[in-house]
Nanobody, 117 residues
Framework: QVEVAESGGDLVQVGGSLRLSCVMS????????VGWYRQGLGKDREWVAS???????NYHASVKGRFTVSRERVERPMYLQMNDLQPEDTGVYFC???????????WGKGTQVTVSS
């Protein structure tokens, strides 16, 4: 059984930086794509970035050039480096992983990022 848990959210000023971490446990060989979503207050959950099983990185247009998703090896944590943070980046950030055996998605509980102007 795969579990994911994120951390690293905080209050930061406009233009600041944060690094979120996502620790994964369980059957690492069942992990397919992994990545991040976020949800602002009163908004739908929005995909932010992901790493495919082939280690290809993809980003939402609103974060491209500011955020970097990384993961050294399948058993190592995934990170989201966020630079030049803006108020619209505020929200709860969720780590996720899709699984090979049934194509389901495992979610973390989220970590709060607040960007203050």
């Amino acid at each position: 059984q795969v579990e994911v848990a994120e951390s690293g959210g905080d209050l930061v000023q406009v233009g600041g930086s944060l690094r979120l971490s996502c620790v994964m446990s369980g059957n690492f060989y069942d992990l397919k794509d992994v990545g991040w979503y976020r949800q602002g207050l009163g908004k739908d959950r929005e995909w932010v970035a992901s790493i495919t099983v082939g280690m290809i990185k993809n980003y939402h247009a609103s974060v491209k050039g500011r955020f970097t998703v990384s993961r050294e090896r399948v058993e190592r944590p995934m990170y989201l480096q966020m630079n030049d943070l803006q108020p619209e980046d505020t929200g709860v950030y969720f780590c996720y992983a899709t699984l090979w055996h049934d194509d389901s998605t495992v979610w973390g509980k989220g970590t709060q990022v607040t960007v203050s102007s």
